[in-house]
C-alpha cells in the first residue's frame, strides 16, 4: 500500500513537473528575500554594532523591549497607530461593500461604467502625489479647498498642523482614494450570486432593499470576513509612506505611529537593535490579533483563513 501511495505521488509530481518549474523562480525570491533575512531578528536581543557583526554582538536579552515599554513614545505611537487603524477599518471597511451593491444595483450599463472608472481612477494615484495634493489643498494660505470655502464664508483651520485633525485627514483622503478600487472584489462576489435568488424574491414581492439584506449581505459576507480578518492582522501597520510624508513638527502628536519611529530610531539614528525589538514587538502583535480575530470569525460565520 505505501509502495502505490508513492508511486502515486511520483507520477502525480512528474505529471506537475512543469508547474513546479513556473513556481520555483517566486518560491526561491521568497525564501531569499522574506524567510532568510528573518534570521536578522536576533539582533533585537542584541547590542547589534555592524563592526561586531549580528553573530559576534553581545547578548542583552529583553533590554531594548523593556526600553521601548518604559519610554514615552511607546503610549503615544501605540495610541496613534491604533487610533489611525481603528479609524479606518469603522470607516473604509463597510464603505466599499455600500459601493458595490450601490453600482450592482445600477441598470443602465455605460453609466454604470462611468461610475465604476471615475471610482477606481484615484486608486491609481501614486502616495507622493497624493500627499502633495493633500499639502496643497488644506494649505491655510492659498489651499484650494480653503479658498474654496471662503467663498462662502466658511473659514477651516489648518488641518495639516493639528494633531488631532491627522487621523481624520489620513483616513478620509486614504477613503476617496481607494474606496473604489477595494469595491471591485465585493462587485466580483455580488456577480457569482445566482439570480434565481432574484427571481424568487421579486416572485414573493421583496423590495430592492429587502434583496440586500435578505440575499446580498448575507451571501457577501464570507468574502467580506475574509477581508476584515486580513485587515485586522495588519492592526498595527499603518500605511509608513503616507504618515511620513503628511507629518510635520506641529502634527507629531497625532501622527508619530510605531513604523515612523522605527524608521528614525533605526535608520536615522542607527540604534538597529532597538528599532529591530520595536518591529518584532509590532509583528507579534499582529500575528496575535490575526489569530484572535479568525478564531471570532471561525465561531460566528464559520469562516477564516486558517
Known sequence: MGKSNKSLYSSRVKNSLSLYILLAPAL????????????????????YTPSSGIFGSPWVGFKHFSQFF???????TIRNTLKISIYSIVVGFPLPIALAILCNQIRVEK????????????????????????????SPNNGLIVNFLGLFGIDIPALLSRPTSFASVYVWSDVWQHVGWDSIIFLAALSAIDPTYYEAATMDGASKLQKIRHIDLPLILPTAMILLILRAGGLLSVGFEKVLLLQNPLNLAGSEIISTYVYKVGLINFQYSYSTAIGLFNTVVNVIILIMVNSLSRRLTKTGLF
Do not use: N, R
Open 111 to 138: 453609466f454604470k461604467k462611468f461610475f465604476q472608472v471615475t471610482t477606481y481612477l484615484p486608486h491609481f494615484i501614486s502616495t507622493m502625489v497624493m500627499c502633495g495634493m493633500l499639502i496643497l489643498f488644506l
Open 70 to 76: 518604559s519610554s514615552y513614545q511607546f503610549g503615544v
Open 28 to 47: 526561491i525570491l521568497l525564501l531569499v528575500f522574506t524567510y532568510i533575512p528573518m534570521s536578522g531578528l536576533v539582533i533585537a536581543f542584541k547590542d
